[in-house]
């Protein structure tokens, strides 16, 4: 079933501010991956163990269905994260052919940031801003 996000970005304080929002909503986190988590390949080595324990993805549901996610975004990995620019909606739409038409229409005049393609962990996955500022990040779990 197609459902909507939010999506946070920290520099470094994905868990605290999970923890704190866990504790707000009195909530449980339904996933957690960490970036050491990610299987090293030839174009990706293996990260720094600083980097390791940092979220990669977290999800915790809030209100009426809604999930809050997250991912740690530090400078070291080529991010740079400002408040304000620290948030996506996130779109989980139910067919490949419904994300792409979404993803098409949004980027008109906007950027791509990573254009939709199957990723590591089974998804198909693309983010962008659009022409207003808007961020966006699609992820169809429907195989091709």
Same mark, same amino acid.
């Given at each position: ?12 304080? +994905? ?39 940092? *979220? ?5 549901? *809030? ?7 997250? +991912? ?16 996506? *909606? ?21 950027? *791509? ?32």
């Amino acid at each position: 079933m197609s459902k909507v996000s939010t999506y946070l970005n920290f520099e470094s304080e +994905t868990e605290s501010a999970f923890n704190f929002y866990k504790e707000v909503f009195e909530s449980e986190f339904t996933g957690v991956m960490r970036f050491g988590d990610i299987p090293p390949t030839e174009n990706n080595p293996e990260l720094p163990e600083e980097l390791r324990n940092m *979220i990669m993805h977290i999800e915790l549901p *809030i209100l009426g269905g809604h999930v809050l996610m997250g +991912t740690d975004a530090p400078e070291s990995m080529g991010f740079k994260v400002n408040k304000g620019n620290n948030y996506y *909606i996130m779109l989980q739409p139910d067919t490949r052919l419904e994300t792409k038409k979404l993803f098409d229409a949004l980027k008109v005049d906007g950027q *791509i940031e990573q254009e939709l393609q199957d990723m590591f962990w089974g998804d198909y996955y693309g983010s962008l801003k659009d022409k207003f500022g808007v961020q966006w990040m699609f992820n169809c779990i429907e195989k091709p």
